[in-house]
């Protein structure tokens, strides 16, 4: 199961750009990339997938490099409701189960 | 609301006590999980339905926690004598398992799980 190390805690300020890395270097040939958002009190929620390249979606962009060691989560112009635990997983296509497996997470602080 | 309901919300309860929690999945979905997250810290996994079929427990699931899904629907999870230890959220989450193994299907994201709002439980 490859390990994902990503930072505990990011401030940022309302209209930037939050770009949050999150390294696993024993990704596997079978492994995706998916990234999961948690508010307080509140079950995650999915945000974006990905296996190589960049993805896009209405919310955010995911970057990931040719040798897929490491992502980027990048939210555009953050609003205070952009507050939250973002979690990196990495996960294999075909997993028995599925069964999600989280790290601590990125608490992300957006400030007015 | 058609997304996954969790009953109750809270629960305060003393040790010793039973406790059951319920969790509604998204209706077409067939695969069900339990999830634990204590504070500060991400959800960990204890448990996961293929429709009525419990296929996988963790360790985290002592003899003590107990998770049924009868019809393959709705699913429950019972704690039985309580411990201050078993203080946290308990998070049921849902899933629409094609058995294809593909990513992508129809657009939608591999293993996409949709989680319920959890129930928060306290052991004084």
């Known amino acids: 199961l490859a390990k994902t190390t990503q930072p505990i805690s990011m401030d940022s300020y309302e209209g930037q750009e939050v770009n949050i890395t999150c390294s696993h270097n024993n990704i596997a040939t079978n492994d995706y990339i998916t990234w999961y958002q948690q508010f307080p009190s509140q079950g995650p929620r999915f945000i974006i997938q990905g296996y190589k390249t960049k993805v896009t979606n209405e919310v955010a962009s995911l970057f990931i490099p040719a040798d897929r060691k490491s992502s980027t989560l990048s939210l555009p112009r953050v609003s205070l409701s952009d507050t939250a635990v973002y979690y990196c997983l990495v996960a294999a296509l075909g997993a028995a189960g599925n069964k999600l497996t989280f790290g601590g997470g990125t608490r992300v602080l957006v400030k007015p | 609301d058609t997304g996954v309901s969790q009953d109750p919300r809270h629960k305060i309860t003393k040790r010793g006590q039973n406790v059951t929690f319920r969790c509604d999945p998204i209706s077409e979905h067939n695969r069900l999980y339990w999830y634990r997250q204590t504070l500060g810290q991400g959800p960990e996994f204890l448990t996961y339905?293929?429709?009525?079929?419990?296929?996988?427990k963790s360790r985290l699931l002592s003899d003590r926690f107990s998770a049924e899904r009868p019809k393959g629907s709705f699913s429950t999870l019972e704690i039985q004598r309580t411990e201050q230890g078993d203080s946290a959220m308990y998070l049921c989450?849902?899933?629409?398992?094609?058995?294809?193994?593909?990513?992508?299907?129809?657009?939608?994201?591999?293993?996409?799980?949709?989680f319920g709002p959890g129930t928060r439980l306290t052991v004084l």
């Open positions: 989450a849902s899933s629409l398992d094609l058995g294809t193994g593909e990513p992508g299907l129809a657009g939608r994201p591999y293993n996409e799980q949709f």
């Open positions: 339905f293929q429709n009525e079929a419990q296929l996988e």
